[in-house]
């Protein structure tokens, strides 16, 4: 199969599993296959109480799966939660690879099942918690090169724009979700739209917004905003709709929705011109879903802020944090699974990095910017 055909193939697949959440294993075997890997895993980390939860995946071991979210998760030295939306991130990245190979997570957990490698992005994130989507790889297949990473950043926005999709159906099942019989049960303002923007079909959190026209309108049966650069955008979101799958792209994920009241909403542009999506709109002129919420304002995660501050390294911060949380350098050491005389090394940097030279002293520091791991936020569901 020719790439162009196989991108088009995954991408409507990835779109599916948005109204059909029984879909998400055959989108995660067709990633892979698309990828390169052994398996891989949409899940989500969460800081504050060092857990994480399995959503969906393919080629892995439920035993290897459990035993990382009841143990290891702790123990991973990858450092996900520092990375840029959407951005490729793989092991050599987040840390010196000889160093991976001495922590205990490697030892205990990775080698056993053959693991050399984990690509991943992500896909959403709160102050102390991110979901993400990984491809593992095992000796066969090498660690992540350009090729793989290529690749990843090609399907990565599809799989985050059904992601921030699906968290607005949240309880309402892993059946198919009929547009026009549940849209009323989603809180979200949803839009059936043509690709001129003409309104088909609306659900009632919709019709109370286009009653208030804060954010968006009805102007002679068209979709319509207060912003002519938002409008733009949306309707050539649309018009790509028309044109299927592949034609969006990226536009659309989330687009800023300012209002006249000074609030702020994101919408996402869901394509309904191919496969089940089609058929469960119901509206055979409908060929997009666009779903209005209000957008949560947060401040950017403290660790963020603390790592851009001081100009450090990801595994620097992480040994920052872990003396926050742990306490002396061998108890570091132990919790990070890495040798003592390295946490030393990175302290010696941090010392130089922030100007101060004692832990009590590092420890003041992260105070000021309330460590991440003391913040309690609910975790990401899907």
């Known amino acids: 199969m020719k790439e162009i055909d196989q991108v088009s193939d995954l991408i409507g697949r990835i779109y599916d599993a948005a109204v059909d959440e029984g879909v998400w294993t055959d989108v995660i075997a067709k990633a892979v296959g698309f990828i390169g890997g052994s398996g891989a895993v949409l899940f989500s980390k969460d800081a504050a109480s060092s857990r994480g939860n399995i959503y969906h995946d393919y080629g892995t071991d439920p035993y290897w799966v459990e035993l990382y979210c009841d143990k ?4 991973d030295p990858m450092g996900q939660f520092f990375a840029d939306t959407e951005r490729p991130v793989s092991i050599s990245d987040m840390m010196p690879y000889g160093e991976f190979l001495q922590t205990q997570f490697y030892s205990e957990w990775a080698k056993p099942q053959g693991l050399v490698d984990f690509l991943s992005a992500i896909l959403d994130r709160t102050a102390t918690s991110v979901a993400l989507f990984g491809v593992f790889r095992k000796e066969e297949h090498g660690l992540a090169d350009s090729e793989m990473r290529r690749k990843m950043r090609i399907i990565v926005p599809h799989i985050r724009r059904t ?43 919709a019709q109370d917004l286009l009653a208030e026209c804060d954010v968006v309108c009805d102007v002679g049966g068209r979709l319509s905003t207060n912003d002519a650069q938002t409008d733009n955008t949306l309707r050539q979101s649309f018009a790509a709709s028309a044109a299927g799958d592949l034609a969006l792209g990226v536009q659309g994920i989330a687009i800023s929705l300012p209002s006249r009241s000074g609030g702020k909403f994101i919408g996402h542009v869901l394509p309904l011109t191919s496969g089940m999506r089609r058929r469960e709109a119901g509206n055979g002129k409908a060929v997009a879903a666009l779903f209005v919420r209000k957008a949560a304002l947060e401040d950017p995660p403290p660790p963020q802020i603390i790592q851009q501050a001081y100009q450090l390294t990801p595994t620097e911060l992480r040994v920052l944090l872990a003396i926050v949380e742990v306490g002396g350098v061998p108890e570091v050491a132990l919790a990070l699974g890495v040798a003592v005389t390295t946490v030393k090394t990175h302290l010696s940097r941090l010392y130089e990095k922030t100007g101060v030279n004692r832990q009590a002293d590092l420890v003041k520091l992260v105070a000021g910017y309330r460590s991440p791991l003391r913040i309690k936020s609910p975790p990401l569901s899907r």
Not at 72 to 75: G, Q
Not at 170 to 183: A, E, V
Request: net charge negative.
């Open 72 to 75: 290891y998760i702790a123990l």
């Open 163 to 205: 992601v921030l999709i699906g968290r607005l159906f949240d309880g309402m099942g892993s059946q198919t979700r009929l547009f026009t019989n549940l849209l009323d049960g989603v809180d979200a303002g949803i839009f059936l739209v043509e690709s001129s923007g003409q309104i088909a079909h609306t659900n009632q959190a």
